[in-house]
């Protein structure tokens, strides 16, 4: 919808970060989402750009992330987000697990989760 309205480009990218963006970030915290999943979400959502002529299909891919200021368009990566989101939850996680006793409940369930389940080792793996 929001690419389909008379909005400027620059307009229609902020309201991407503006309203779809942060779907997916809350989601981040509760589905178990797969690298593959997370990818295949960004190659969509070029390919959706492409589609409303707001990137050529043989223009630079990376170049759509750059800051403005820079020469790019500022669109958030989705991978990107799911890394920084991932890794602030495990330090919250980290951090906070002395003040409060919900968020010490959670350590501990997270503590006895497998690898694909836990947000602790789910971040360790990321900063490999």
Do not use: C
Request: glycine share 2%.
């Amino acid at each position: 919808m929001m690419l389909k309205s008379e909005l400027n480009a620059r307009n229609k990218i902020i309201a991407i970060g503006a309203l779809a963006v942060p779907v997916l970030r809350y989601s981040f915290r509760i589905i178990n989402w797969r690298t593959e999943e997370i990818k295949k979400n960004d190659r969509n959502t070029r390919k959706m750009l492409t589609m409303y002529k707001m990137h050529h299909p043989t223009a630079d891919i990376d170049r759509l992330y750059v800051k403005r200021k820079e020469g790019g368009r500022e669109l958030v990566q989705i991978e990107a987000a799911y890394k920084a989101e991932i890794m602030n939850i495990a330090e919250y996680l980290n951090t906070n697990y002395k003040k409060d006793q919900f968020v010490n409940i959670v350590k501990s369930q997270e503590s006895i989760q497998t690898n694909m389940n836990s947000m602790i080792k789910t971040a360790a793996k990321i900063t490999e």
